[in-house]
């Protein structure tokens, strides 16, 4: 069972980077004690310069580099301040490469456990959360977790680590005023973190409204054609309209109230900042606060922001990482895909399926009871209504779900034990509607595999697409297309055949595979295919009388259970399912 991911596990993550968070931490405080001086600096030669009460800056100059006039020293302390900042600036460089790299690090294991995970994840599991979401586990929310470590690794500890140095050099300056605005910087951040939330409803509203006109739009244009067939692309636009006027109101309160909120909060600031002003002075009036220390600590008002700031964004930060975990661990709570280490050594390979049982959902099996045996080399058919079972069947045989009970064994080994690898090796499955990859003709046709192009060509030739081969200008270096959009349906179901010629596997399911050809094409593709399949066992899901006949075992399925097997003559007299289905074969 693949391990979740929690707190404590991206803790240890982090861990296993312990050399660099400990430069990190380093750099950290390295930055901290060069920049938490700064705002006293140049406010201090109020007092020892302007006033003239030479003290601690003006007694150091004098004794470094001798006594000088007002310029002299202020030019000194600038310098100073400057070269400071700059040395805080290349610290913070270094501070945000480290743990952005360790960051990076981080993120990039959890998403190759993820995709790991994934290789391996049964298709009815995988069915069960969809494409959609699970790329946006990997995407935004493994994104989310990524801007979560960053905060965690480089600014809470520099944050606080920054606010206790500047509290302790605050309340030592003056208790009184050092202590106000250690306690209400924080309590007007809060405030202006809720007025950012409510500005943050309000954005989502916005979003809701642009997701909504955005899917509705591109379903419009994606069927297009049948929406003007039916005369109905008034009413569509009309709701388009609709979701376009949404978007008018929502973005309408998110623009003007967003802007009304962000100014509300700044005010609230510098009401409190005017506040800290007068008590400054009253301090500086009625007791021995200096006029320089009264600016450092304006100035010390401002820099604590951004760390107070820091720390409350946090608690955010860590609710949507405590967010995102819980929906990336759906992913990796999904079931993976059984595997056995035996393998299937032979080309002759004889199917038994053994009471066999399927459900794609708790409420109902799609499959129930399901005993047959299919040897090697036989060529066998399974019919029955549409939604009777079929195709699911032929998925169990793949391997491609997970029964629910029986067996099904292969050369008497149980499909628990075989390892899925060799049993794909031996069984090709051609889908009535195979899917293509936005890619050539030559990937789409061997998947990455290295071979040769007369092979490929050969297995064109067999399915019946070398014409259409020989009419393609950049040949198998052709793209054939988002879902192979640029070939017809009967185009798809050939090239997927030649995909099975080039594979050669012992066993061939043919699931509807060619309904989209006419009678002269299909009848010309199976007398190709005749001596390919000769020695194969080939298992054909097909709705044509003509396809069914020849099988030398026909198996019907109704409602998810075997209700007739036997070949075509055995069956046809036989009251149930099968004299139907010819019955009804005969009159169309
Ligand atoms: N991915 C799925 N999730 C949930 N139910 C499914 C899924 N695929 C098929 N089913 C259900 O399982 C039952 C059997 O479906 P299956 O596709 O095997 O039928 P079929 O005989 O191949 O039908 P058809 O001839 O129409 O292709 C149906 O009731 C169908 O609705």
């Known amino acids: 069972m693949n391990q979740k991911i929690s707190l404590k596990s991206i803790y240890k993550l982090l861990l ?73 600036f290349i610290f913070g460089v270094i501070n945000t490469k480290i743990f952005t790299k360790i960051s990076k690090i981080v993120i990039f294991d959890i998403r190759v456990k993820l995709l790991k995970h ?18 946006a586990n990997l995407i935004t929310d493994v994104n989310t977790l990524d801007s979560f470590i960053v905060n965690i690794s480089s600014k809470l500890i520099t944050s606080t680590l920054t606010l206790l140095a500047v509290g302790f050099v605050i309340i030592k300056i003056d208790f009184l005023l050092g202590l106000m605005i250690l306690l209400t910087q924080p309590t007007i951040a809060i405030f202006s973190r809720r007025i950012a939330k409510k500005t943050g409803e309000l954005k989502k509203e916005e979003n809701a409204a642009i997701e909504a006109f955005q899917s509705n739009i591109n379903e419009t244009l994606d069927l297009f054609p049948q929406i003007k067939a039916s005369n109905k692309e008034r009413s569509f636009f009309n709701t388009s309209i609709d979701k376009a006027k949404d978007i008018k109101i929502a973005s309408n309160e998110f623009n003007y109230k967003s802007v009304a909120y962000e100014k509300l909060s700044y005010t609230i600031f510098l009401f409190a900042f005017e506040i800290f002003r007068a008590t400054g002075l009253l301090l500086v009036a009625y007791s021995d606060l200096s006029i320089g220390l009264m600016f450092a600590m304006f100035g010390y008002i401002w820099f604590i922001m951004t760390p107070v700031q820091e720390i409350l964004s946090i ?45 794609y959902t708790k409420e109902k099996n799609s499959l129930n009871n399901i005993n047959l045996k299919i040897n090697s080399g036989e060529k066998v058919a399974i019919i029955g209504a549409s939604g009777s079972g079929k195709t699911t069947i032929s998925q169990l045989i793949a391997g491609f779900y997970a029964k629910k009970s029986g067996d099904i064994l292969y ?64 040949g198998l270096d052709t793209v054939v297309g988002k879902m192979g959009m640029r070939l017809s349906g009967g185009q798809r179901q050939r090239l997927s055949i030649a995909r099975m010629v080039l594979a050669n596997p012992s ?21 190709n295919l005749e001596s390919f399949l000769e020695d194969k066992t080939v298992i054909t899901i097909a709705h044509r009388l003509s396809t069914v006949k020849n099988a030398s075992k026909i198996f019907v399925l109704d409602d998810g259970n075997l209700v007739q097997s036997g070949t075509h003559k055995e069956l046809e007299d036989e009251t149930g399912h099968y004299k139907e289905f010819v019955k009804q074969q005969l009159t169309t």
């Not at 406010?43 to 006594?67: A, M, Q, Y």
């Not at 994840?121 to 969809?130: C, D, R």
């Not at 059984?338 to 066999?356: A, F």
């Open 507 to 527: 066993i061939v399911i043919f699931d509807e595979s060619t309904s989209a050809l006419d009678v002269h094409t299909e009848t010309k593709l199976f007398l």
């Open 315 to 359: 608690q955010y930060s860590l609710a949507s990482a405590k967010a995102a975990i819980s929906r990336i661990n759906k992913v990796l709570e999904l079931n993976i895909e059984s595997d056995g280490e035996k393998e299937l050594n032979s080309n002759k390979v004889d199917i038994e399926i053994r009471d066999l049982s399927f459900a």
């Open 118 to 135: 994934l290789q391996k994840v049964n298709i009815n599991e995988y069915e069960s959360i969809g494409s959609g979401k699970i790329a």
């Open 16 to 88: 296993k980077n312990k050399k660099s968070l400990i430069w990190g931490q380093i750099f950290t405080v390295i930055g901290i004690l060069i920049s938490v001086p700064i705002p006293l600096l140049l406010p201090l030669l109020v007092d020892e310069v302007l006033l003239n009460k030479p003290d601690f800056f003006v007694n150091s100059i004098d004794k470094l580099f001798g006594s000088g006039n007002a310029f002299y020293y202020v030019a000194i302390v600038t310098v100073v301040v400057i070269i400071l900042r700059a040395l805080h």
């Open 411 to 474: 050369n008497n080994i149980s499909i628990d034990e075989i390892s899925k690898k060799s049993l794909r090796e031996h069984i090709f499955l051609v889908l009535q509607m195979p899917i293509l990859f936005n890619n050539t003709l030559r990937f789409n046709l061997t998947m990455g595999e290295d071979i040769e192009d007369e092979k490929i060509i050969e297995a064109l030739a067999i399915a019946e697409l070398k014409e259409m081969y020989l009419g393609l200008k950049d």
